[in-house]
């Protein structure tokens, strides 16, 4: 198991950027691929973006890209997501999750290890 927690949320305006950040404890940090999801009130968790154990490959959803980017850095056992021009649309709460190699980093079902999750709101 790895132990996840999310920092960086917070209110911000339409077309603002926040970073998030989600320190990892427990076992290896380097052997698990990242993700991110967001839960809006009464929707579905969903996919945002995702990244490799070594970082050498990003997922994102269409609704994101262009504008999200993730980062890890595993000399601090940290994941990153940088988000800019955010929409009100993009306001929820936003979950890190990590997951074994070989699992298909988009998909909800592939995380075991989940965050206790940090709320994003975006005003118009």
């Known amino acids: 198991q790895v132990q996840l927690v999310e920092s960086g949320g917070g209110l911000v305006q339409a077309g603002g950027s926040l970073r998030l950040s989600c320190a990892a404890s427990?076992?290896?940090?380097?052997?698990?691929?990242m993700g991110w999801f967001r839960q809006a009130p009464g929707k579905e968790r969903e996919f945002v973006a995702a990244?490799?154990?070594?970082?050498?490959?990003?997922y994102y959803a269409d609704s994101v890209k262009g504008r999200f980017t993730i980062a890890r850095d595993n000399a601090k056992n940290t994941v990153y997501l940088q988000m800019n021009s955010l929409k009100p649309e993009d306001t929820a709460v936003y979950y890190c999750?990590?997951?074994?190699?070989?699992?298909?980093?988009?998909?909800?079902?592939?995380?075991?290890?989940w965050g206790q999750g940090t709320q994003v709101t975006v005003s118009s």
């Open positions: 999750a990590a997951t074994a190699k070989g699992k298909d980093p988009t998909l909800r079902q592939s995380f075991r290890s």
């Open positions: 427990g076992r290896t940090f380097s052997s698990f691929s």
């Open positions: 990244i490799s154990w070594s970082g050498g490959s990003t």
